[in-house]
Every structure is written in structure tokens, then in C-alpha cells.
């Protein structure tokens, strides 16, 4: 049985007129529609999260292990080496931030 079914059975027990048994239904759906859109925006997020990862691990997954096959345990080269990211990383945001305060 579907919802709205419920819904009018539960209604019709109550003895309400059914101009409100349609205003609740009408409520009703408009609460659904805005969850399920709700719920696609969300999904389509994840889903283009986890699409960029993908991408980005398998364009430089040779990348990282010559990095790896670089470092060959030497600790002093890979705290460089974390310097080296973190600035990076660092340098990155800060334009990042630039690039979305302009104004087209």
C-alpha cells in the first residue's frame, strides 16, 4: 500500500473533510519532493567526490611510486620531502582562494 493510501485511510477513520485530507497530501508531497531532491543533490556530490579521487589516484599512481621508490627510507629526505608537499599544498590554497574572490 502506498503512502498517500495511508495517509487517506488514516484520515477517512478521523472523519476529516477532505478538503484537508488533500491540503495534508499536498504537504505531503512537497515534504517528499524537497527530500528527494535533497538526496540526488547529495548523492551526485559523492558520487563526483569519489569520481575525482579515482581519477586523481589513477592519473598519479606512477607518479607516487617513484616518489616512494625515490624516498628508499631515508627519513631525512622524506621530512624534506613533507616540507616540500606542505608548502606546496600551502601555496596552492592561497591561490585557490584568489582565484574564487575574483568577480567576472
Do not use: A, W
Amino acid at each position: 500500500m502506498f503512502r498517500s493510501q495511508e495517509i487517506l485511510q488514516i484520515l477517512t477513520k478521523k472523519k476529516l473533510p477532505k478538503d484537508i485530507s488533500k491540503y495534508i497530501l499536498e504537504l505531503e508531497r512537497k515534504k517528499t519532493f524537497q527530500e528527494s531532491i535533497y538526496q540526488m543533490i547529495y548523492n551526485s556530490y559523492l558520487f563526483h567526490s569519489e569520481k575525482s579521487k579515482r581519477f586523481f589516484y589513477e592519473e598519479n599512481k606512477n607518479l607516487f611510486l617513484n616518489e616512494i621508490k625515490e624516498i628508499n627510507g631515508n627519513t631525512n629526505y622524506l621530512k624534506k620531502y613533507c616540507k616540500k608537499l606542505y608548502h606546496i599544498n600551502k601555496e596552492s590554497k592561497i591561490s585557490m582562494l584568489y582565484v574564487n574572490s575574483l568577480r567576472f
